[in-house]
């Protein structure tokens, strides 16, 4: 052959990055065993099929070797690093010595396939598949020659759907090799499986998923499966791709090559090599007698066998039979027995809660693996993560309920009439500041109804105003067991962002300590306001809501007693009455509260030239109970239009206006019993006028029901309306102080309040229902009703920094959960989404069931009874920074708030002791077990041990064993929750469901790997920032190591620094 000597050099002279390998080697001449000279160290360059010797790197060209009809000979010996290069021209062998074993291995493969013989093999295993297109096309492209007829007839490609359960994942599959082939005869082999899909319709392969890695076997038996969701288009048509890789440096992660673009194959200097791959289509595993199939993997050129793949057909319900399987444990070098047997088991939920589940549940990511368990049987765990819509829905719900909230308060202060000018222009400033915060308010509302795309907030985005009310990282992480022997199992935890008001900032500390330091600048505020304690201002707020609430109802009842009196209806006048008067009965007893005295004399002295009359002597309760029993006619009671001022004003007025609407009730009552004795005695005999009825004053013709109840009706709705209007300003007045005293630091607390709020109560709804519709069992329902729902927060901040302000602003956020109820109600449409009412302080969540699970519910939850929650809060801070915080720092919040929630976890195992029975829990839940879980999650308590991840443990343990509802929440969700969860669920696996000791360490590995269900790029990182359009961010597979300081090094550290800082400022 003939070659250009100056195009050879020019080409031997190109920059590193051109060629396909390079670097030192020794090389020289054999002859046989014998070397003709000592091997000289020279710099090689591989191009193609051209192998540059070098004297260093930037010589010239000493020689060229042509790497044709030639084959690479390794040595088998472990410690050798050499390879020998033979001709078939017979020349003497080139010997080649690399500086290392791995160096050498990549040296081999590289020259292995530098000749143009596998250039041509892959160009016919090219052809090959571009045949097989053509064949699968060949359908397509006859249409063309059809009648425009029977081509219309044809319509669309169809393609065949694959039979599944509703909801359940359309395919899922689990995979093993055997006999895989090595580059070098004694290298064990770490491999993994990269699964990409080709759609039937668009023929692009598409890279679906990876296992994990098996290490140091030729017949890996991989724990990782794969599955395909409900929503994903995968047809019987649909082919499958399964790749083999070699991983020589486990440190390089497949993911960091799994960007490459489909066409091109990894680099063997990056990592992983390449083995084999093989193709089957979906039709043919399903449809396979035995659901299963054994394919033969080849090389890219497809003229090389490299061993074979199994692939089973997997079916969460059951298992397959066969016989026993040996595989290696790859940890220990042990041989563990695994039986495969079919065991029926029972459906966990029924097709009837699927809509308002999935209305709830959004865009789920799958993973699937099985485990041996230390019986040596196999059990198969489904593990999935979805969004919620309830991570937008809540917040805009809650929104929109402060907005009407606040709106309502600045009319009712601006309803409080004419005041004094220091007081009026107290108004005036705080009036115009809440419409500033009612704009933001509203401004928020209208820029979260413009939010399309994915519905949770990535933790990229906690900084966003916009998306302040917005929980952090909002998902369902499930795992679904099936284990042979056990029933199926469901473990379900919520995982969230710490609930903080991440845009406001920390710079200051959290809501813990800002609302102490904010009620210690209230008490001193001197001349310029009136103070009135937290508890006053919460029952302000409570009679104002009961005001608003109870008025129009017992308006309404009292239009329906005038209705029934007019249809002369014995039977609905009674009913009508018994309503009237419980309701009034409520509304009259709302006021029995020394609050509303004492604001109505505060008010009166905020009105312009106020006059005073001698102070009232207080009246206890018996006497006004005595008011209530003997009363006259409310026609001979003195009322006034409106708040008397100056010397009209009598503090005593308000005890008889008061009183007022009792005795109108009580008017009411006797009219209407004697209306119906008057009827009952008309159909025997004639009957005398009832003495009973003298102090009503009331002359009794004979005329119309209606008639003679009317007057009475309508100064019972007088009187009320007195009482409402004085009440109403009293209030009002009260909540004016409350804002006065600390503008605009107490709407700004009171903003950051409901941020904080805001995202625990999205967390809670969704958990609440998750719960409601996974516990559809007498138990649990009859403790729901009885005692109510334990919901335990697994918090992992430090008490250092800026974390310490979220670890507050968590406390109060959770704590103030506890004036949540819920209110189960049927759904009377499609729309399965729960409805939010109430105020401030006092929400009611009402959650809607379709009918056939609605029936299933005990009479007291159909009734409409209010559940409670029993929030707990438990954290264990596990970074780097709670090292600091526990050396030099402080951590007093972190047991302030986990001795005082333990005391309320305390309190609700007491209640639940107290009103559930012994057998409400099963066997291996017994009630000395839970008590002693307390005991000892008291003692670790108290002992202040650093970083005591002990607590967490007890903590999600007697949760789960209490029915409970979990949440692990750290910064952002994502490292640290990952770490926690997965070891939660692989000590569940161990303790409940007897995951084989060896397997231990393999199952966490395989829980955390980053290889997610579905295409994965860089811009679907989480750690990237970036948002995805359909796919949540796979927080939970992050292999992060938590990371713990030295004490010495820490030290070292902190000498520098100061060191540091000292000669900067000098």
Not at 66 to 88: A, G, H
Not at 199 to 224: K, Q
Not at 286 to 314: A, F, H, M, P, W
Not at 659 to 686: F, H, P, T, W, Y
């Amino acid at each position: 052959m003939r070659f250009n000597a100056k195009d050879l050099a020019l080409l031997a002279r190109r920059p590193s990055g051109c060629f396909d390998k390079e670097g030192k080697l020794k090389i020289c001449r054999v002859v046989g065993d014998e070397k003709l000279i000592e091997p000289r160290e020279r710099w090689c360059r591989l191009k193609g099929n051209l192998l540059f010797l070098m004297k260093n790197k930037s010589s010239e060209a000493s020689e060229v070797v042509i790497l044709e009809r030639c084959w690479v000979v390794e040595f088998r010996n472990k410690t050798d690093v050499s390879i020998v290069l033979k001709f078939q021209s017979g020349e003497p062998d080139l010997y080649l010595e690399a500086a290392s074993k791995p160096d050498c291995e990549s040296w081999a493969v590289a020259l292995g396939e530098a000749n143009s013989e596998g250039l041509q093999n892959k160009i016919q295993q090219l052809r090959r598949l571009i045949m097989e297109i053509k064949e699968e096309r060949s359908s397509d492209e006859a249409r063309q020659f059809l009648p425009s007829s029977q081509v219309d007839s044809l319509g669309e490609p169809q393609f065949t759907s694959i039979q599944r359960i509703a909801n359940e994942p359309k395919l899922e599959f689990s995979l093993a090799c055997k006999d895989l082939v090595a580059a070098t005869r004694d290298r064990k082999l770490n491999t993994f499986i990269q699964v990409s899909v080709v759609h039937p319709a668009e023929h692009i392969l598409t890279r679906y998923s990876s296992t994990e890695i098996v290490e140091g076997t030729r017949d890996p038996l991989f724990l990782t499966g794969v599955t395909f969701p409900p929503e994903y288009p995968i047809y019987e048509e649909t082919k499958i791709k399964l790749t083999v890789y070699d991983v020589k440096d486990k440190s390089q992660d497949t993911v960091r090559t799994s960007v490459l673009p489909d066409h091109k194959e990894p680099r063997a200097d990056v990592g992983r090599s390449f083995l084999g791959c093989t193709t089957f289509r979906v039709g043919d595993l399903v449809k396979s007698k035995e659901q299963q199939l054994t394919l033969i993997l080849r090389t890219s050129d497809g003229g090389k066998t490299v061993g074979t793949i199994e692939v089973n057909l997997v079916k969460m319900g059951e298992l397959e039979d066969g016989e026993t399987d040996h595989i290696t444990t790859d940890s220990h070098d042990q041989k563990c027995a695994l039986v495969r047997e079919c065991t029926a088991t029972e459906g966990l939920s029924g097709k009837d809660n699927l809509p308002s589940l999935n209305a709830v549940l959004k865009n789920p990511i799958c993973k699937l693996y099985r485990f041996p368990t230390a019986d040596n049987k196999w059990m198969r765990i489904r593990e999935q993560m979805a969004e919620t819509t309830l991570s937008f829905h809540v917040p805009k719900e809650l929104i929109n309920l402060h907005i009407k909230e606040d709106m309502r308060r600045n009319q009712e202060l601006k309803d409080l009439g004419e005041l004094a000018p220091h007081w009026d222009n107290m108004r005036k400033s705080v009036i115009a500041h809440c419409d500033q915060m009612l704009s933001m308010y509203q401004d928020t509302l209208v820029e979260l109804g413009k939010h399309t795309g994915s519905s949770f907030k990535s933790s990229c985005s906690k900084g966003e105003k916009t998306l302040e009310f917005i929980p952090i990282n909002l998902h369902l992480q499930r795992m679904h067991v099936h284990s042979p022997r056990l029933k199926d199992a469901l473990y379900d935890v919520i995982t969230v962002g710490a609930p903080a008001a991440h845009f406001q900032g920390f710079k200051n500390g959290g809501l813990r300590k800002l609302l102490s330091k904010f009620e210690a600048e209230r008490r001193n505020t001197g001349y310029q306001c009136i103070y009135y304690s937290p508890e006053n201002t919460a029952k302000a707020k409570e009679v104002l809501s009961n005001i608003n609430h109870l008025q129009p109802l017992i308006s309404s009842h009292a239009d329906l007693l005038l209705n029934s009196a007019s249809q002369h209806s014995p039977d609905s006048l009674k009913n009508s009455l018994k309503m009237l008067s419980e309701k009034t009965e409520l509304f009259v007893h709302a006021f029995k509260d020394q609050l509303v005295r004492s604001a109505l004399l505060a008010l009166y002295t905020a009105r312009p030239g106020c006059v005073l009359k001698k102070p009232a002597v207080p009246r206890n309760s018996a006497e006004e109970g005595d008011d209530l029993q003997h009363q006259d006619h409310p026609s001979q009671i003195k009322r006034q239009d409106s708040i008397p001022h100056h010397s009209e004003y009598d503090e005593e007025e308000w005890d008889r206006v008061w009183a007022n609407v009792g005795k109108s009730l009580n008017c009411v009552i006797a009219m209407v019993d004697r209306l119906l004795e008057r009827d009952n005695i008309s159909n025997v005999k004639e009957s005398e006028n009832d003495p009973s009825a003298a102090d009503c004053k009331v002359l009794h013709t004979g005329g119309d029901w209606y008639e003679q109840l009317y007057p009475l009706v309508i100064t019972l709705k007088d009187c009320m309306g007195e009482v409402v209007t004085r009440a109403k300003q009293s209030m009002a007045f009260v909540l004016l102080q409350e804002l006065a005293c600390g503008l605009p630091q107490c709407l700004m607390l009171t903003l950051r309040r409901d941020i904080v709020f805001s995202q625990a109560l999205a967390g809670l709804v969704c958990g609440f229902i998750i719960k409601l519709h996974t516990g559809l069992h007498e138990g649990f329902l009859q403790q729901l009703h009885t005692v109510g729902l334990l919901v335990q927060y697994e918090g992992l901040l430090s008490t250092y920094s800026e974390e310490a302000g979220m670890l507050e602003d968590m406390a109060v956020g959770i704590s103030d959960l506890q004036k949540v109820m819920f209110k189960v109600i049927e759904a009377k449409s499609e729309d399965f989404l729960p409805v939010i009412t109430g105020r401030r302080e006092h929400y009611v969540i009402e959650v809607q069931l379709p009918a056939k699970m609605f029936e299933l519910l005990p009479q007291e939850i159909k009734e409409g009874k209010l559940l409670r929650m029993y929030p707990v809060l438990f954290n264990v801070g596990i970074n780097e920074q709670q090292t600091l915080a526990e050396r030099f720092g402080d951590t007093t919040l972190q047991e302030n708030i986990n001795q005082e929630n333990f005391e309320l976890l305390k309190e609700y195992y007491k209640l639940f002791t107290e009103k559930m029975p012994p057998d409400c829990l099963p066997h291996f839940q017994e009630q000395n077990d839970l008590k002693g879980l307390l005991e000892n999650l008291h003692q670790n308590i108290q002992a202040k041990k650093r970083k005591n991840v002990e607590i967490m443990w007890l903590a999600a343990t007697i949760c789960r064993k209490l029915n409970g509802v979990r949440f692990t929440c750290c910064k952002s969700a994502k490292d640290r929750t990952s770490m926690s969860v997965t070891l939660e669920q692989c000590s569940i696996l161990r303790d409940e469901h007897q995951l084989h000791k060896d397997f231990f360490i393999r199952a966490l590995d395989c829980m955390r790997s980053r290889q997610i269900q579905g295409a994965l790029n860089e811009s679907d990182d989480p750690e990237t920032g970036c948002l995805t359009d359909n796919k949540p961010t796979s927080r939970h597979f992050y292999p992060v190591a938590l990371l713990l300081v030295s004490s010495h090094l820490l030290v070292v550290w902190l000498i520098l620094s100061l060191a540091l800082l000292l000669a900067k400022y000098q």
